[in-house]
């Protein structure tokens, strides 16, 4: 991989370590967000553990929309996105690099802290390793698919809604796929054709959403 | 024609831009040596911003083309902005990152190696020694606009465009820019600029170009000081 692509990892990565409010309030969302079920629909543990896996998928997906409206919103109002896509280098390496920072900063914490999560939804433990395995594959789904939807909404009045009704739809079958493995594990179906149905999808997603990123970034600057 | 090094190596061909339906202007043609300076002259809402952001190609014209060294630049893309720097009305400095580390980014964006010692030259040079260590949030807006022409400085380009470049800078940092603009052109730069206010360049191949609707004609002046 490019020069080019290390340079904004690296810059994204600074950037970010000296915002860490940003960071704490999308994992604190994740939590949050997922303690509400336990609360709301009372503490059964069966109930619990069948709704665990979707909850908990559910909760990630819209932690990462969080943060995902400023992924290039930032870079835009400052000039520095302009710089950027008048590098020599290929504006695809810059999404790539973008997207990469985004899942460090904001999908790793996210498999941290979900073990903690499913045993408070009364997950068996060989579910919550699925569930880890799930969110692994998953949470770079979520920020390479965003990458492209925040770059269609650039600079659009209400962008972060609209990212919001485009990319939804789109994390559906990530969402299908991983919270199936956890449900197919945990009624003894096993996980492996759930999480290579979601290795597929990240690597189409891989494949098709840097490009689409980079011509609409160049569309949006025009 | 005949000598490659006169022949002009940035051309506009029968340009036109238009904005949400409205004609910004058309027709125009010019081309830019080594060496020469093209200011971009109009009234606000003429089309100057238009006009240079087509040519860095960040823009697409609506009809015409912009050729780099005889090829259009949608053609040459990578060879094109690795010889051009753009300093638009954004800094494109990052808040949170010191002068140190923007310039390390900005070297970095155009392929070259950041070499510290030069870009702690190059800060001094432009009046920013007593702030290497604060984040930018903490700079005044014309030093921020310093910072931004210290990356333009470093990106070791040959054409540089330049967006108001003067705009909220003291008067000692006006004449460091022109002096700037000089010693480019003089080692056989290229400049197109656009600015309101009044420059002093004596001894420089200045071209003019009036944008808008009603006239686009080059203007060739000699510089009297």
Redesign the interface.
């Known amino acids: 991989m490019g ?2 692509f290390w ?1 904004v990892l690296l ?1 994204d990565l ?2 970010a370590g ?2 860490r409010s940003d960071w704490l309030i999308a994992v604190f969302f994740f939590v949050m967000v997922s303690s509400l079920f336990p609360l709301g629909v009372g503490p059964e543990p069966e109930l619990l553990k069948r709704i665990g896996p979707g909850v908990l998928w559910v909760a990630a997906t819209l932690a990462s929309l969080l943060s995902l409206s400023r992924l290039f919103e930032d870079d835009h ?4 996105l ?8 290929s504006t695809v390496q810059l999404v790539l690099g973008k997207a990469a920072a985004h899942w460090l900063v904001y999908g790793i914490p996210l498999l941290l802290i979900a073990p903690v999560l499913g045993i408070q939804f009364n997950l068996p433990s060989d579910a919550i390793v699925v569930l880890v395995v799930s969110l692994l594959m998953g949470t770079p789904i979520l920020s390479l698919l965003g990458a492209a939807g925040a770059a269609l909404t650039l600079g659009l009045r209400g962008g972060g809604v609209l990212l919001t009704l485009l990319i939804l739809p789109l994390y559906i079958p990530a969402l299908i796929f991983g919270a199936g493995a956890v449900d197919g594990v945990m009624a003894g179906t096993g996980a492996e054709a759930h999480l290579s149905l979601l290795g597929a999808f990240l690597l189409v997603s891989l494949l098709v959403a840097p490009w689409i990123a980079a011509a609409s970034l160049r569309v949006s ?2 | 024609m005949t000598d490659p090094a006169l022949a002009p190596a940035l051309t506009i061909h029968d340009l036109a831009c238009e904005r949400s339906e409205r004609l910004l202007f058309k027709g125009l043609s010019f081309g830019l040596s080594a060496s020469q300076l093209l200011l971009v002259q109009g009234g606000n809402g003429q089309g100057k911003t238009s006009l240079l952001r087509l040519l ?5 014209p609506d009809a015409g083309e912009v050729r780099w060294r005889g090829e259009s630049i949608a053609r040459c ?3 094109y ?2 010889e ?1 720097a ?1 300093l ?10 010191t002068p140190v ?1 923007n310039l390390r ?2 070297v ?4 070259r190696l950041f070499e510290q010692a030069q870009a702690l030259d190059t800060l001094k040079r432009l009046g920013l020694s007593r702030c290497l260590d604060l ?1 930018c949030r903490a700079l005044s807006f014309g030093q921020r606009r310093r910072v931004a022409l210290s990356a333009l400085l470093l990106a070791g380009a040959s054409l540089w465009i330049l967006d108001e470049p003067l705009t909220g800078l003291d008067v000692t940092a006006v004449a460091l820019v022109e002096g700037l603009i000089r010693d480019h052109l003089h080692a056989g730069g290229m400049v197109v600029a656009t600015t309101h206010q009044v420059m002093n360049l004596a001894g420089v191949d200045v071209q003019r170009l009036v944008v808008g609707p009603s006239a686009a004609s080059p203007v060739n002046a000699a510089e009297s000081h």
């Open positions: 020069h080019f340079s810059r600074t950037l000296r915002r109002r400052d000039g520095s302009e710089q950027m896509v008048l590098s020599p280098a600057l025009e | 860095t190609g960040l823009g697409r893309r990578d060879r902005h690795r051009m753009y638009g009305h954004a800094n494109g400095i990052k808040d949170d990152l580390e980014f900005h970095a964006l155009h392929g984040p």
